[in-house]
């Protein structure tokens, strides 16, 4: 069984957002899809580690804006690499508007929003899947959706040849957002303390 097939699947990316005793909060996920028609239903799967998954799942609304292929690195590191339980991320960041689900829609980088109310929660361990009926909808832009591979492709900067480790050390990069880890060898149970990737996301760099 070869652990790399699931990197063939396509998967679009997404800020999803959520309001909870007027906090707002966001984090990056790449789980939407549209599930039912007749009212359209969708699902998001949220890692359990993310703040925003806990404000979802009490308040039962949140808004998915599309990001497109004009996003920056800087809406991906605010976003996807620290946690809302440390810092807000909306400090200085205003290009939002509030929906109608309370949750905010991110203007910038950005081609649509969709806002839902949760009707189901399912525990799947890591993850919770969350189906939602749309509540609202739209169009911001006509930029192409960023897909998971043109992120790492176009919007990830690209890695630079490591300094040289003082220690003499290994050094192991996270795939998903840079960060280096030096050492002889990652431990298995290794969480990536920027983007919280498994150890499985690193790869050996020197
Ligand atoms: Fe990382």
Same mark, same amino acid.
């Given at each position: 069984m070869n652990p790399n097939t699931l990197f063939n699947i396509s998967y679009g990316l997404y800020v999803l957002t959520a309001n909870l005793d007027g906090k707002d909060n966001g984090c990056i996920i790449n789980t939407v899809t549209q599930?039912?028609?007749?009212?359209n239903q969708i699902s998001i799967a949220v890692n359990k580690k993310n703040h925003t998954r806990d404000m979802i799942a009490a308040s039962k609304k949140f808004t998915a804006s599309i990001i497109s292929?004009? &996003?920056?690195f800087e809406l991906f590191k605010r976003?996807?690499?620290?946690?809302g339980r440390d810092v807000d991320k909306f400090a200085g960041f205003t290009a939002t508007q509030r929906a109608a689900s309370g949750a905010l829609i991110i203007?910038?980088?950005?081609n649509g929003y969709i806002s839902g109310y949760v009707t189901q929660e399912i525990d799947l361990g890591t993850h919770s899947l969350f189906i939602a009926s749309v509540t609202d909808m739209d169009i911001l832009s006509s930029t192409p959706s960023a897909t998971y591979t043109y992120y790492h492709q176009n919007i990830k900067p690209k890695p630079q040849a490591? &300094?040289?480790?003082k220690t003499g050390k290994t050094i192991w990069r996270c795939k998903i957002c840079g960060y280096e880890y030096e050492g002889d060898e990652l431990p298995a149970d290794f969480i990536c303390p920027l983007c919280k990737h498994p150890a499985s996301d690193f790869e050996k760099v020197n």
């Amino acid at each position: 069984m070869n652990p790399n097939t699931l990197f063939n699947i396509s998967y679009g990316l997404y800020v999803l957002t959520a309001n909870l005793d007027g906090k707002d909060n966001g984090c990056i996920i790449n789980t939407v899809t549209q599930v039912a028609i007749d009212p359209n239903q969708i699902s998001i799967a949220v890692n359990k580690k993310n703040h925003t998954r806990d404000m979802i799942a009490a308040s039962k609304k949140f808004t998915a804006s599309i990001i497109s292929q004009d &996003a920056t690195f800087e809406l991906f590191k605010r976003f996807g690499f620290q946690s809302g339980r440390d810092v807000d991320k909306f400090a200085g960041f205003t290009a939002t508007q509030r929906a109608a689900s309370g949750a905010l829609i991110i203007n910038e980088g950005t081609n649509g929003y969709i806002s839902g109310y949760v009707t189901q929660e399912i525990d799947l361990g890591t993850h919770s899947l969350f189906i939602a009926s749309v509540t609202d909808m739209d169009i911001l832009s006509s930029t192409p959706s960023a897909t998971y591979t043109y992120y790492h492709q176009n919007i990830k900067p690209k890695p630079q040849a490591p &300094a040289p480790s003082k220690t003499g050390k290994t050094i192991w990069r996270c795939k998903i957002c840079g960060y280096e880890y030096e050492g002889d060898e990652l431990p298995a149970d290794f969480i990536c303390p920027l983007c919280k990737h498994p150890a499985s996301d690193f790869e050996k760099v020197n």
